[in-house]
């Protein structure tokens, strides 16, 4: 059983940084990508970035430069780092695993593409 649990979350003050992390057990073999999406009150649930087994990344437009998620295999965690941060960014931050397809969508636009999700860490951006 696949299961991913998130940290990391807090309240923080604009202009601040939080290292999210995901930590995922139960695999056989590594997901062949990874991600972490948001949801706002009200809002639908948004890709954030990925990072598939070569580590390539992509982001959503609205965080390019201030965030960066990588992983450490060894570790079986995923992380993301998010710097200058704006209220904006509030919301509940959840990790991915596994992508499913189709192909011919992004894993960063495709919600209802991925296997497993952890429940879920909040960040409050005042």
């Known amino acids: 059983q696949v299961q991913l649990v998130e940290s990391g979350g807090g309240s923080v003050q604009a202009g601040g940084s939080l290292r999210l992390s995901c930590v995922a057990s139960?695999?056989?073999?590594?997901?062949?990508?990874m991600g972490w999406y948001r949801q706002a009150p009200g809002a639908e649930r948004e890709g954030v970035a990925t990072i598939d087994r070569d580590r390539s990344t992509a982001y959503t437009d609205s965080v390019k430069g201030r965030f960066t998620i990588s992983k450490v295999n060894a570790e079986s965690t995923l992380y993301l780092q998010m710097n200058s941060l704006k209220p904006e960014d509030t919301a509940m931050y959840s990790c991915?695993?596994?992508?499913?397809?189709?192909?011919?969508?992004?894993?960063?636009?495709?919600?209802?593409?991925?296997?497993?999700w952890g429940q879920g860490t909040q960040v409050t951006v005042s």
């Open positions: 991915a695993a596994h992508y499913l397809g189709p192909a011919t969508i992004s894993p960063l636009t495709a919600v209802a593409g991925w296997r497993y």
């Open positions: 139960g695999y056989t073999y590594g997901p062949n990508v």
